[in-house]
């Protein structure tokens, strides 16, 4: 199955008013792998490697936040996911680093993320979220983007600009979103 069919699939699932806006996103991400990222990858100045992992960013950033509003909770796990390891792979394409499996555990692993339990623990807080009438879709939507900015950012920071992993983990637990406290019980 070509990628393009397998976005096209995903977003089939996704209520109509998301569908366009994230298979725009991704669209535009797919054009950046095809083209600017093999630059980039290729180049040995790192700014135009910064401006391409800044764009890589951006993108997901933009097409979490989207699919993040989706009222449906839980839902979107396994798209938010999926984009969020792929903005983590394209970072190390950029870099040069060969992309496998175990090196994009060990990246997460070492920022603090245990995939399931972390994973899950936020999804099941922005499914509660989403519970909120009026603006639980639009909280669970910026916790989406902005978990998927901070992901990024410390990707670029630990395979970009060689900072160690022990400040790229300090930055990333600072600077993620966290979920608003629940509100008290009657």
Do not use: W
């Not at 976005?7 to 095809?34: D, S, T, Y």
């Not at 093999?38 to 040995?44: I, M, V």
């Not at 692993?109 to 909120?132: C, T």
């Amino acid at each position: 199955m070509k990628t393009t069919q397998l976005i096209e699939k995903l977003a089939a699932k996704l209520p109509k008013n998301l569908r366009g806006p994230l298979l725009g996103h991704v669209m535009a991400l797919r054009e950046l792998i095809e083209g600017e990222l093999e630059a980039a990858r290729k180049s040995p100045h790192k700014e135009a490697k910064l401006a391409v992992t800044k764009k890589i960013v951006t993108t997901c950033t933009a097409a979490c936040t989207t699919v993040g509003v989706e009222p449906i909770p839980l839902a979107d796990f396994p798209i938010l996911t999926t984009l969020q390891l792929l903005m983590v792979a394209c970072i190390m394409r950029v870099s040069g680093r060969e992309i496998t499996r175990k090196a994009i555990t060990e990246f997460l692993g070492a920022l603090g993320m245990n995939i399931g339990a972390g994973l899950v623990f936020r999804e099941g807080a922005r499914a509660a979220i989403k519970m909120l009438p009026g603006f639980g879709n639009a909280i669970s939507g910026a916790i989406a983007g902005g978990a998927t900015y901070t992901l990024g950012r410390a990707a670029t920071a630990y395979f970009i600009e060689g900072a160690p992993l022990t400040e790229v983990r300090r930055f990333f637990r600072k600077s993620a979103p966290k979920p608003p406290p629940a509100p008290p019980e009657k």
